[in-house]
């Protein structure tokens, strides 16, 4: 089983800062890496798919790199609605894993 | 996109429930379905997934041979049989559209296991 991990578990910004976002996979997944957002007591949404390609709607100041076993979320300038949680997701092999989550907290 | 899911509730250990999912706006067939499930205060978990046609299934390990997921395309549903509950199911389980890529997702619905 792959195992990801998301790191730091809680990154504390201003908004207007960059947040970068990690997530490690324990062996390579390619480029079958998802992330998502979770705003409270909502369902997670879609942000990045496949490791770079942004999901419908999704603002330009999100944005995904990385393969094999290093990823990245970045958001090039954080607004208030993205103090949240995140989580990233691998679909190279059954069964598909989360990562633990980084929770995006105001500094 | 539109999922609903229902069915959810208490339930004691050792017992059983169904929830269903109802799917709109969408081309039902063309997609593989999932069920994903988060803990109160935790992570997610990928609880199981079925291909277009019903005919690929894939379960997470503590689930296998507890939970059964099924289509329906003709009604456009989606469902998960549980049975054997314990108390480490207890969770919101969502109703998801996708098989690696989760790009719809329901609402939640709350199963409590607890005596």
């Known amino acids: 089983e792959i195992v990801l991990t998301q790191s730091p578990a809680t990154l504390s910004l201003s908004p207007g800062e960059r947040a970068t976002l990690s997530c490690r996979a324990s062996q390579s997944v390619g480029s079958f890496l998802n992330w998502y957002q979770q705003k409270p007591g909502q369902a997670p949404r879609l942000l990045i798919f496949d490791a770079s390609n942004r999901a419908t709607g999704i603002p330009a100041r999100f944005s995904g790199s990385g393969s094999e076993t290093d990823f990245s979320l970045t958001i090039s300038s954080v607004e208030p609605e993205d103090f949240v949680v995140y989580y990233c997701q691998q679909r190279s092999s059954w069964p598909f894993s989360f990562g633990q989550g980084t929770k995006l907290e105001i500094k | 996109v539109q999922l609903v899911e229902s069915g959810g509730g208490l339930v004691q250990p050792g017992g059983s429930l169904r929830l269903s999912c109802a799917a709109s706006g969408f081309t039902f067939t063309n997609y593989w379905m999932s069920w994903v499930r988060q803990a109160p205060g935790k992570g997610l978990e990928w609880v199981a997934n079925?291909?277009?046609?019903?005919?690929?299934?894939n379960y997470m390990e503590s689930t296998k041979g507890r939970f059964s997921i099924s289509r329906d395309n003709v009604k456009n549903s989606l469902d998960l049989q549980m049975d054997s509950l314990r108390a480490e199911d207890t969770a919101v389980y969502y109703c998801?559209?996708?098989?690696?890529?989760?790009?719809?997702w329901g609402q939640g619905i709350l199963v409590t296991v607890s005596s």
């Open positions: 998801v559209r996708g098989g690696g890529r989760l790009d719809g």
């Open positions: 079925v291909k277009q046609d019903g005919s690929q299934k």
